[in-house]
């Protein structure tokens, strides 16, 4: 299949992919800064940076966007042109998050991922899931438990 844009203009949008600070990681933060948590952001000496790491709980969160980390849901599929290139970059992207996991857990940290499919809505919807999402977390800083995912 070929692509609809010229590669100028895919390089143009592809470079408008933001790694960090994302809409969906900034609106999290904000709600769990107004519920009194305080958090450390893309700390680089824990594997994969996580978005957020909260130290008093020895807690980090990732927040995935389901393309780049291969989540199986709705919003995940294979694109149709350079699938060679794609699958090979996917895999990776798979590969290091299992072993950032991994990593985080041998040192110690409790691990929450949440997907990019849990809050996809828009106006008062998106703020319902996004508070949902935020007492999931709450929940779960406050649980003890080791890992979990919120996922839409």
Excluded at 1 to 16: H, K, P, Q, Y
Excluded at 127 to 150: A, P, R
Aim: glycine fraction near 8%.
């Amino acid at each position: 299949m070929v692509d609809i844009v010229d590669a100028s203009t895919r390089s143009m949008m592809m470079a408008r992919v933001k790694g960090k600070d994302t809409r969906q990681e900034v609106e999290i933060r904000k709600r769990l800064f107004a519920l009194g948590f305080r958090y450390r952001l893309h700390d680089k000496k824990l594997p994969g940076k996580p978005d957020i790491v909260l130290r008093k709980y020895k807690a980090v969160i990732f927040i995935h966007g389901c393309f780049w980390h291969v989540h199986d849901c709705s919003l995940f599929r294979w694109p149709a042109s350079k699938k060679a290139f794609w699958k090979k970059k996917l895999a990776g992207n798979r590969k290091r998050d299992i072993e950032n996991i991994e990593s985080l857990e041998k040192l110690g940290w409790r691990i929450l991922v949440i997907w990019e499919c849990s809050f996809r809505g828009a106006g008062k919807k998106r703020e319902k899931e996004i508070d949902t999402i935020v007492k999931k977390t709450g929940k779960w800083l406050n649980s003890g438990k080791v890992s979990s995912e919120i996922k839409g």
